[in-house]
């Protein structure tokens, strides 16, 4: 396969907010060139969501969804093809992360249940999956996995940039000017030749999820709709310096955070309070991890863009741009599509893989090399 060749690729993902199943069809080489074709999402029924939300951090309950899983993403794959008027024949892969229900880097372990064997047979396309354990064996820390597709969209936006995710957990991309590098015939990034990405990525600490459980213990609503339940409460300051003292904050990038890491603390701070000051703390929380994290970018940015289900909260929008004061907007002010962007981010990955490419820089994932990745499975 030559390197500048453009491949049409379905990406997939199921994010830890566990709402349902991303589906982005686009065409890319893997490297600059990235043209968005098709998107939709699947979202998940109500019985299996709350079930999936109760296998996070049980590995035994993932494996125990994994098929039925499987079968939801070979169906949003189905779904979209149909939406686009392609045939499986035309698409050269199907980037499938599954869904995380473990992620312990520090113990050399994360894991992501879906079956990639069954996925190719049920949809007849070749299925690329397993993106992250490679990464974490060579010692990163397997997340954040978006920074590359931030970086090829990015290509002519000014920076230093600021990309921020809320999904159920927050990450950020910081996004310099292309740094001189030792060649792309030798890591097969760079811009050209001489050059290669100047990236920083990490999880900035909680993102949609903490709210989400809290949205649902409290009111039995999935989300904070609109923001209205945090909107009309009121943070309580020393439940959020309490949040704050967790060790998380203080180490340095990259560094990523297992969904359930915050939940005990965060379960035990909220306790006493009212449903809508409960929300409003954790608005407040994710807010201010996003600005402890942004202290540790190499150089100051002059605008976020946002993605993930995050921007949809005005709550949320709102009080990032009071705390950070810069230019927040969702990234569809720059024509991106945040609700498909990560799965679009495991297509362009997916391309990645076959053509033998790295997935993680140690500057998004601390691990010690660009390290390629990903398991092949091919339909027949």
Same mark, same amino acid.
């Given at each position: 396969? %030559?390197?500048?060749?453009?491949?049409?690729?379905?990406?997939?993902?199921?994010?830890?907010?566990?709402?349902?199943?991303?589906?982005?069809?686009?065409?890319?080489?893997?490297?600059?060139?990235?043209?968005?074709?098709?998107?939709?999402?699947?979202?998940?029924?109500?019985?299996?969501?709350?079930?999936?939300?109760?296998?996070?951090?049980?590995?035994?309950?993932?494996?125990?969804?994994?098929?039925?899983? *499987?079968?939801?993403?070979?169906?949003?794959?189905? #779904?979209?093809?149909?939406?686009?008027?392609? #045939?499986?024949?035309?698409?050269?892969?199907?980037?499938?992360?599954?869904?995380?229900?473990?992620?312990?880097?520090?113990?050399?372990?994360?894991?992501?249940?879906?079956? /990639?064997?069954?996925?190719?047979?049920?949809?007849?396309?070749d299925v690329v999956s397993d993106f992250r354990s490679r990464d974490v064996a060579e010692g990163g820390e397997g997340a954040p996995f978006a920074?590359?597709?931030? =970086?090829?969209?990015?290509?002519?936006?000014?920076?230093?940039?600021?990309?921020?995710?809320?999904?159920?957990?927050?990450?950020?991309? =910081?996004? &310099?000017?292309?740094?001189? /590098?030792?060649?792309?015939?030798?890591?097969?990034?760079?811009?050209?030749?001489? #050059?290669?990405?100047?990236?920083?990525?990490?999880?900035?600490?909680?993102?949609?999820?903490?709210?989400?459980? =809290?949205?649902?213990?409290?009111?039995?609503?999935?989300?904070?709709?609109?923001?209205?339940?945090?909107?009309?409460?009121?943070?309580?300051?020393?439940?959020?310096? *309490?949040?704050?003292?967790?060790?998380?904050?203080?180490?340095?990038?990259?560094? #990523?955070?297992? $969904?359930?890491?915050?939940?005990?603390?965060?379960?035990?701070?909220?306790?006493?309070?009212?449903?809508?000051?409960?929300?409003? *703390?954790?608005?407040?929380?994710?807010?201010?991890?996003?600005?402890? &994290?942004? %202290?540790?970018?190499?150089?100051?940015?002059?605008?976020?863009?946002? *993605?993930?289900?995050? $921007?949809?909260?005005?709550?949320?929008?709102?009080?990032?741009?009071?705390?950070?004061?810069?230019?927040?907007?969702?990234?569809?002010?720059? &024509? =991106?599509?945040?609700?498909?962007?990560?799965?679009?981010?495991?297509?362009?990955?997916?391309?990645?893989?076959?053509? /033998?490419?790295?997935? %993680?820089?140690?500057?998004?994932? &601390?691990?010690?090399?660009?390290?390629?990745?990903? $398991?092949?499975? $091919?339909?027949?």
């Amino acid at each position: 396969m %030559s390197p500048d060749t453009s491949l049409l690729a379905l990406g997939l993902m199921s994010g830890t907010s566990c709402d349902g199943v991303g589906a982005a069809l686009i065409e890319t080489d893997g490297r600059r060139q990235v043209r968005a074709l098709a998107a939709l999402t699947n979202p998940y029924p109500d019985a299996f969501r709350t079930r999936l939300r109760r296998a996070l951090g049980d590995p035994a309950a993932g494996q125990a969804i994994a098929a039925e899983l *499987t079968d939801r993403h070979a169906e949003a794959v189905r #779904s979209l093809l149909r939406q686009a008027g392609r #045939s499986a024949d035309a698409v050269r892969v199907v980037g499938f992360h599954g869904q995380t229900i473990l992620h312990a880097p520090e113990r050399r372990y994360t894991l992501q249940v879906g079956d /990639g064997a069954r996925l190719a047979r049920e949809t007849g396309i070749d299925v690329v999956s397993d993106f992250r354990s490679r990464d974490v064996a060579e010692g990163g820390e397997g997340a954040p996995f978006a920074p590359l597709f931030h =970086w090829a969209l990015a290509a002519s936006l000014p920076r230093p940039l600021g990309v921020l995710n809320l999904g159920g957990v927050g990450n950020a991309t =910081w996004i &310099g000017e292309d740094k001189a /590098g030792i060649g792309e015939d030798k890591i097969g990034i760079g811009e050209d030749k001489n #050059s290669e990405p100047n990236l920083l990525a990490f999880d900035t600490g909680p993102g949609n999820g903490l709210l989400d459980d =809290w949205a649902f213990k409290t009111t039995g609503q999935h989300f904070d709709r609109n923001g209205d339940l945090a909107r009309a409460g009121k943070v309580d300051r020393a439940v959020l310096a *309490t949040l704050m003292t967790n060790p998380y904050f203080d180490r340095p990038a990259p560094k #990523s955070l297992d $969904r359930e890491h915050l939940n005990a603390t965060a379960r035990a701070a909220l306790a006493p309070l009212f449903p809508a000051d409960g929300a409003a *703390t954790l608005v407040a929380f994710t807010v201010e991890a996003v600005a402890r &994290g942004q %202290s540790q970018f190499p150089a100051a940015i002059n605008r976020w863009i946002v *993605t993930g289900g995050g $921007r949809h909260n005005p709550v949320v929008m709102e009080a990032l741009r009071r705390r950070l004061g810069l230019a927040v907007d969702a990234v569809e002010a720059v &024509g =991106w599509d945040g609700d498909h962007l990560e799965a679009q981010a495991f297509a362009y990955l997916a391309v990645r893989s076959l053509k /033998g490419l790295p997935l %993680s820089l140690p500057s998004t994932t &601390g691990v010690p090399r660009p390290m390629p990745g990903g $398991r092949l499975d $091919r339909h027949r």
